[in-house]
């Protein structure tokens, strides 16, 4: 056989084996078998990374938080509440103690995105860095004052209206809002103090009362933003320093009261001078209530018809400014005035509510203003808690019914103070004595009521 006849031999045999390999495929492909494809890594990995995705959505929420775990870096995983709402975390062990730092929320971020994460930390880790320290470090770090303001104003135990002088005295410190609270420094405190107190628009008082919010603010965000360890934020509240330079303000207690003689002039101006201003019958009959009860004037204006009783006689001050419920009687001018308010307001939520259910608010500076000129003197609001108790004390009311009427916590040390039990009947009387009494004052006669109506 020649070279030629066996070269065409070669090239029909090569020839039958394609034919063959094509017909196998042909035969395969009816039967249903697929031939078996070569599956790259680079493929393997996208594949993977989209059957996570569809096992990480699938993940339903029950009644106790979870956590899925998903590997690559060990400890990496997805923590499910019962919200739905899935968070990546990374569990590992720094320096003995157990470490759960989360990484992000899934949806905002990716698996992949929250896997980098978990890498950072896991790096970190080895190089014998606490994750959960440095990141509790940095946040601790950028806490601004509003944010600490903000916190502070959460507080559930305090009062609207320590709320709303927290928001004023802010309001004189409000460049500092941005800064970062460690930023906030003794020097900064002591000059803005001492700007304060010179300003014309402060005084004395409000300047140190200003700077006690600021450091109640400062200790409150001190604690609650402690490093891991328990070891606050700060390390001295900066406004201590102005104790330490003995740069508060000296400030004289007010003893400022409506003497006896000028509270006819007084009562005079109240009952006949107010008319004309709005919410000027509320504002008459706040008045004369504060004067004859010696109730705290943000009580006062706060009291509600539900808290009180015409059957018993009383009146209540729920959750007061020592955390208690006060109940007082009433006396006989206070009572025929509540019936008065209550044809007129009965139906509304507030006692001090004019026709239209509008609620009093406060005494505003030009009913204060009209007080002033016919007395002849100035005349805050809690002068008349002081002309109460003042009238008490000329009546020889004893300090144990007294500090009963004014809600005043006795102080713990004292022993008999702990078997003394005032009763609101036992206040009746001595309370209906210092009505009396500053009736008498005014030009009326014990027991005369005046007719509001008429002046209403």
């Not at 004067?291 to 009146?315: C, I, Y």
């Not at 078997?419 to 027991?447: C, F, N």
């Amino acid at each position: 056989m020649s070279d030629k006849d066996l070269h065409g031999e070669e090239l029909l045999a090569q020839m039958r084996a394609m034919y063959e390999q094509q017909e196998a495929k042909v035969a395969a492909l009816k039967s249903g078998d697929k031939p078996a494809r070569k599956v790259t890594p680079a493929k393997k990995n996208r594949e993977d990374k989209k059957q996570e995705k569809v096992d990480v959505d699938g993940l339903l929420s029950k009644d106790k938080q979870y956590t899925h775990r998903l590997g690559d870096p060990s400890g990496f995983g997805l923590r499910v509440s019962p919200g739905g709402t899935k968070t990546f975390i990374y569990e590992t062990r720094v320096n003995g103690r157990n470490r759960r730092i989360k990484c992000g929320v899934y949806g905002p971020l990716t698996i992949t995105e929250g896997r980098e994460k978990a890498r950072e930390y896991a790096k970190m880790v080895g190089q014998g860095i606490d994750p959960a320290e440095v990141k509790s470090a940095k946040k601790r770090a950028g806490l601004t004052l509003q944010t600490a303001v903000d916190e502070y104003l959460q507080r559930s135990n305090l009062k609207e209206s320590t709320r709303k002088d927290v928001r004023s005295a802010v309001e004189r410190f409000k460049d500092w809002l941005n800064k970062p609270v460690m930023d906030i420094t003794p020097v900064m405190c002591e000059q803005r103090h001492r700007a304060l107190t010179a300003s014309k628009y402060s005084s004395g008082a409000r300047a140190n009362l200003t700077m006690r919010y600021l450091r109640a603010i400062l200790n409150h965000a001190s604690v609650k933003h402690s490093a891991l360890d328990g070891t606050p934020l700060l390390a001295v509240n900066p406004v201590a320093r102005l104790g330490a330079i003995k740069q508060w303000n000296r400030v004289q207690r007010r003893r400022t009261f409506v003497k006896p003689h000028m509270i006819a002039g007084w009562f005079k101006v109240v009952t006949e001078g107010l008319a004309d201003l709005s919410m000027g019958t509320e504002m008459r009959d706040c008045l004369l209530f504060s004067m004859l009860t010696g109730a705290r004037p943000n009580e006062a204006v706060s009291l509600q018809w539900r808290h009180v009783d015409f059957k018993s006689k009383t009146f209540t001050f729920p959750d007061t400014k020592n955390h208690t419920d006060h109940e007082l009687p009433m006396t006989e001018f206070v009572s025929q005035m509540l019936l008065q308010r209550h044809r007129l307001c009965g139906h509304y939520e507030y006692v001090f509510s004019n026709m239209e259910g509008r609620k009093l608010k406060e005494v505003t500076r030009w009913a204060k203003g009209r007080v002033e000129e016919a007395v002849g003197e100035r005349v805050m609001l809690t002068d008349l808690r002081r002309t109460f108790v003042t009238t008490a004390e000329r009546l020889d009311v004893g300090p144990y019914t007294l500090k009963r009427m004014l809600n005043h916590t006795i102080e713990g040390n004292d022993v008999t103070a702990g078997y003394i039990v005032p009763t609101t009947d036992r206040l009746r009387t001595p309370m209906q004595l210092i009505e009396d009494q500053i009736l008498r004052d005014a030009g009326l006669k014990s027991g005369d009521v005046i007719d509001l109506r008429a002046r209403a």
